[in-house]
Structure formats: structure tokens, C-alpha cells
């Protein structure tokens, strides 16, 4: 079974910047695709960026483009989320989900990690 962990969340000034973490542990893991999501308040989730497990593509929406990177370390089961020039409009709790199969639906889910973003 797949557990997902985020960290790194945390509160900073407008301009900031702050590094996720999501750490997969348990069984061997080889997701097809890992993404980022976020829900503001009073939103609905969001995705935000994912990234090809073997390969590296990735995709951005277009409000992240320039100040977010998503990366990955496969050896480490770990995927981040650089975000630089944060905004108050990026106020959300993150969270980085697993799609197992090109197929599927992202399938597993992490907790969640709290950004706040303060003008």
C-alpha cells in the first residue's frame, strides 16, 4: 500500500519562497506520474503541476509557470515542489497525489501541507 507524506509547509511574506517534500513510503514504488495539488479557502482542489515518473515531462498551470518547479529524486521516492515569488493567491494546503497507471486516476493522496503566503 502507498503512503504519501508532504512537508515543508509553513508561512511566509509575499516574494518567499518555500520547498515541498512528499515522501513515498512502503511497498517498491513506480508511480506513472506524480502531481501537486492545492484547494484555497473556500476553493475547490486545484491541480497544479505533475511530473513524469520515468522521463521527467512536466506540466505547469499557467499561474505557477516561471515561480514553481516540480522535481523528483526516484532513487528517494520523493517528489518536490520548489515555489519562488510566492502571492497571497498561492494560500492553499498542498498536497501530492500518485497515478499509478496512465489509466488510472491519481489513486493516493497525501495528508496535506499548509502554505500561507501573508502580503
Known amino acids: 500500500q502507498v503512503q504519501l507524506v508532504e512537508s515543508g509547509g509553513g508561512l511566509v511574506q509575499a516574494g518567499g519562497s518555500l520547498r515541498l517534500s512528499c515522501a513515498a513510503s512502503g511497498r517498491t514504488f513506480s508511480p506513472y506520474r506524480m502531481g501537486w495539488f492545492r484547494q484555497g479557502p473556500g476553493k475547490e482542489r486545484e491541480f497544479v503541476t505533475r511530473i513524469n515518473w520515468s522521463g521527467g515531462t512536466t506540466y505547469y498551470v499557467d499561474s505557477v509557470k516561471g515561480r514553481f518547479t516540480i522535481s523528483r529524486d526516484n532513487a528517494k521516492n520523493t517528489v518536490f515542489l520548489q515555489m519562488n515569488s510566492l502571492k497571497p493567491e498561492d494560500t492553499a494546503v498542498y498536497y501530492c497525489?500518485?497515478?499509478?497507471?496512465?489509466?488510472?486516476?491519481?489513486?493516493?493522496w497525501g495528508q496535506g501541507t499548509q502554505v500561507t503566503v501573508s502580503s
Open positions: 497525489a500518485a497515478q499509478m497507471s496512465v489509466w488510472a486516476p491519481y489513486s493516493y
